[in-house]
């Protein structure tokens, strides 16, 4: 069975940093592209950052770019999220979500989230 | 790209029909539209990918459908447990993900 569970989410001041953690199981983590899409309370979904099955590329959203790092050891089975110089509209739960590129073209399993608030 | 999703509320009775609109600013591949369910509290689920086919285990009264610009999620007869929001996806290279802003399917 396919898992992913997030962890490191909590309560942060503005201007602070906070590192999340996915850890994968129940298939072959290196092989599957990886993302992390937030969604602010009461909003929509927003894509924030991809990484590549061997972290051979990443791609940040332009609201976290320059801020915010992804990056993943295939050898825990773990996708991470360095996030610095956070701000209020960060606040938000952030899921690990894996990638399929053949035929879905989209998410096919999503962790349950981990809450991030930002505030002082 | 933008997705533009309407109507923003859609208030229905279980038993009708549900007709969900995903607008693109510009032409999607239909191999790269995708849609997906959210309950409250709970992760999005794939419902349908390549913007006609149903992932696994997802009920044939959920039907996708168009291309170009203009899609379609439909819902042929509501259930009690198909009342939550309904996203729109596309799938790019930089943005990766780019999701329309969401239809909430309400009991009237």
């Known amino acids: 069975e396919v898992q992913l569970v997030e962890s490191g989410g909590g309560l942060v001041k503005p201007g602070g940093s906070l590192r999340l953690s996915c850890a994968a199981s129940?298939?072959?983590?290196?092989?599957?592209?990886m993302n992390w899409v937030r969604q602010a309370p009461g909003k929509g979904l927003e894509w924030v950052s991809y990484?590549?099955?061997?972290?051979?590329?990443?791609f940040y959203a332009d609201s976290v770019k320059g801020r915010f790092t992804i990056s993943r050891d295939n050898a825990k089975n773990s996708l991470y999220l360095q996030m610095n110089s956070l701000s209020a509209e960060d606040t938000a739960v952030y899921y690990c979500a894996r990638e399929r590129v053949v035929t879905i073209y989209g998410v096919d399993y999503w962790g349950q989230g981990t809450l991030v608030t930002v505030s002082s | 790209n933008v997705l533009t999703q309407s109507p923003g509320t859609l208030s229905l009775s279980p038993g009708e029909r549900a007709t969900l609109s995903c607008r693109a600013s510009?032409?999607?591949?239909?191999?790269?539209l995708a849609w997906y369910q959210q309950k409250p509290g709970q992760a999005p689920r794939l419902l349908i990918y390549?913007?006609?086919s149903r992932a696994t285990g997802i009920p044939d009264r959920f039907s996708g459908s168009g291309s170009g610009t203009d899609f379609t999620l439909t819902i042929s007869r509501l259930e009690p447990e198909d009342f939550a929001v309904y996203y729109c996806q596309q799938y790019g290279n930089s943005p990766r993900l780019t999701f329309g802003g969401g239809t909430k399917v309400e009991i009237k």
């Open positions: 129940g298939f072959t983590f290196s092989s599957y592209g």
């Open positions: 390549g913007a006609s």
């Open positions: 990484i590549s099955s061997s972290s051979d590329y990443t």
């Open positions: 510009q032409s999607v591949s239909s191999s790269y």
